[in-house]
């Protein structure tokens, strides 16, 4: 099974900053890594797809990069209603492993 | 406009069996992928199961193998979660959600809550 580890598992910033989350899998999984965005109480919602391609409707600041093993979620100015959790996803094989999570806080 | 509708969760004992639904409307549900994701309380997402969109090509994570089955029925715009021998640890909410392969899960219910306890 292909293991994905985010770091870090949580983060403290503000409104305005740019952020970044990354995202390892332990084998190479070329683009397949997918970005969620998930709200307490509420269903994960697909933001970044393939590594790279922003969901329709998501606002452009938000951007996903990488390919292989290494990506990154950015967000480049942090809005109040990004405060949430984030996992990446890959989509490469089966199990669709998910990372573990990094929960975006107000500082 | 796709909607996704889990059902079926419950409070069942330690053993014990759950059947979960997800009704689907909005789009061309033989067409696609589906899977069941969950999420215990305070955790983070564990992928279930999935099933290619004519009912072929099943699999399951490791942790319910055996004891999970998924199936679908395309006449009624439906699928399923029959889960067996519960355990403490399979407590959470169970989201249905569709998959547009490779490029992820872009859609999802609002989750059913399931809790294993006696």
């Known amino acids: 099974d292909i293991q994905m580890t985010q770091s870090p598992s949580s983060l403290s910033a503000s409104v305005g900053d740019r952020v970044t989350i990354t995202c390892r899998a332990s084998?190479?999984?070329?683009?397949?890594l997918n970005w969620y965005q998930q709200k307490p109480g509420k269903a994960p919602k697909l933001l970044i797809y393939v590594a790279s391609s922003l969901e329709s409707g998501v606002p452009s600041r938000f951007s996903g990069s990488g390919s292989g093993t290494d990506f990154t979620l950015t967000i480049s100015s942090l809005q109040p209603e990004d405060f949430a959790t984030y996992y990446c996803q890959q989509s490469y094989s089966t199990p669709y492993t998910f990372g573990q999570g990094t929960k975006l806080e107000i500082k | 406009e796709v909607q996704l509708v889990e059902s079926g969760g419950g409070l069942v004992q330690p053993g014990g069996s759950l059947r979960l639904s997800c009704v689907a409307s909005?789009?061309?549900?033989?067409?696609?992928?589906m899977n069941w994701v969950r999420q215990a309380p305070g955790k983070g997402l564990e992928w279930v199961s999935c099933?290619?969109?004519?009912?072929?090509?099943?699999y399951y994570a490791d942790s319910v193998k055996g004891r999970f089955t998924i199936s679908r029925d395309n006449a009624k715009n439906s699928l399923y979660l029959q889960m067996n021998s519960l355990r403490a640890e399979d407590t959470g909410v169970y989201y249905c959600?569709?998959?547009?392969?490779?490029?992820?899960?872009?859609?999802w219910g609002q989750g059913t809550l399931v809790t294993v306890s006696s």
């Open positions: 099933i290619g969109s004519s009912g072929g090509a099943i």
């Open positions: 909005g789009f061309t549900f033989s067409s696609y992928e």
């Open positions: 084998q190479s999984i070329s683009t397949y």
């Open positions: 959600a569709r998959n547009r392969n490779p490029e992820g899960f872009d859609y």
